[in-house]
């Protein structure tokens, strides 16, 4: 069995906590498609070790491994090298370890604008987005979204200042795209978006929707970057006020896709591997 395992690549997810973790079955999916031979494991950092554990990991034969709550900002200090994207994130998702160096990626951004404009079928160009929250979640994707040349995007934050340092660090870029951007309190983030998309972790501490229905367009499209549960109140309040609605485990297939391909050089067919995920999501939500 060691034999075996030996000549393998190894790949894993590191976070604390990764039980509850759906990539493991997503990428063994891909592996299986594509035709690759690869082994991906879930990887429990101590909150405190998070380098030891990941470089330990890559000493027994780890090639890559993706990083989740709380680390991607330390993953990304952890890289020698630096995708654009990842270095505007300030966070990494995809550390790939290479011979000479550790490359690391964001591939979150490219995952949820995937889902929407792809999945979806609602291409960002020319409409109006409102993104709510200005902590990790939100600034792994934000980079993402202004690139798909919205005409604006607006970050709606309860503190106001943490969504401004996340505008001033993606001026450039919206400048660049022509996109109007600009930062929000909650209370006062203007009507009439035609994406809304939810990057707080309000529903975890059991907070209300923390904005009124106005900032829906008729026909809007809502997303949750949670899925299960978790984004389950968002979602049923934008249903009731006659939004189209998405979760996030499209995102979550689509920037593990992403990962894939940077590590293996093989892009998998998604819409399987979605399709069956979300069959397990609602048969088990616990996740
Ligand atoms: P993550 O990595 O999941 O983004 P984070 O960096 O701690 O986690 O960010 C959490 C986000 O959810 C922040 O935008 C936070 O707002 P503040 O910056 O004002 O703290 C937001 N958030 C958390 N609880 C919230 C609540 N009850 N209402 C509104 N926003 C909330």
Aim: charged share 20%.
């Amino acid at each position: 069995m060691s034999e075996t395992l030996s000549v393998l690549d190894r790949y894993a997810v590191a976070g604390n906590p990764v039980a509850h973790s759906r990539s493991p079955e997503i990428h063994a999916a891909f592996a299986v498609q594509t035709g690759q031979s690869l082994i991906y494991e879930r990887l429990l950092c101590p909150l405190d070790a998070f380098v030891e554990t990941v470089q330990a990991f890559a000493a027994a034969g780890g090639r890559g491994c993706n990083i989740t709550v709380p680390f991607k900002f330390e993953a990304h200090a952890l890289a020698a090298r630096l995708s654009p994207r990842a270095q505007l994130a300030g966070a990494v998702n995809t550390l790939r370890f290479d011979a000479e160096d550790w490359f690391g990626d964001n591939t979150d951004g490219a995952g949820l604008l995937r889902d929407i404009e792809q999945n979806a079928q609602r291409p960002l160009a020319g409409r109006r987005v409102l993104l709510l929250g200005a902590g990790g979640a939100s600034a792994g994707v934000l980079g993402s979204l202004i690139g798909a040349k919205p005409a604006e995007v607006q970050v709606a934050n309860r503190s106001v200042d943490k969504a401004e340092s996340l505008i001033t660090a993606h001026q450039a870029l919206a400048d660049e795209m022509g996109v109007k951007l600009s930062a929000a309190s909650l209370q006062d983030c203007g009507r009439g978006f035609d994406v809304l998309i939810n990057g707080t972790s309000a529903s975890l501490a059991g907070a209300a929707v923390p904005v009124g229905p106005e900032v829906l367009a008729p026909g809007a499209l809502v997303v949750d970057m949670m899925y299960g549960p978790a984004a389950a109140p968002f979602l049923n309040w934008a249903r009731s006020h006659g939004a189209e609605t998405r979760d996030g485990l499209g995102m979550l297939v689509e920037q593990a896709a992403e990962a894939f391909e940077i590590w293996r050089g093989r892009r998998p067919d998604t819409a399987p591997v979605l399709r069956s995920l979300r069959q397990s999501v609602d048969e088990k939500p616990a996740a």
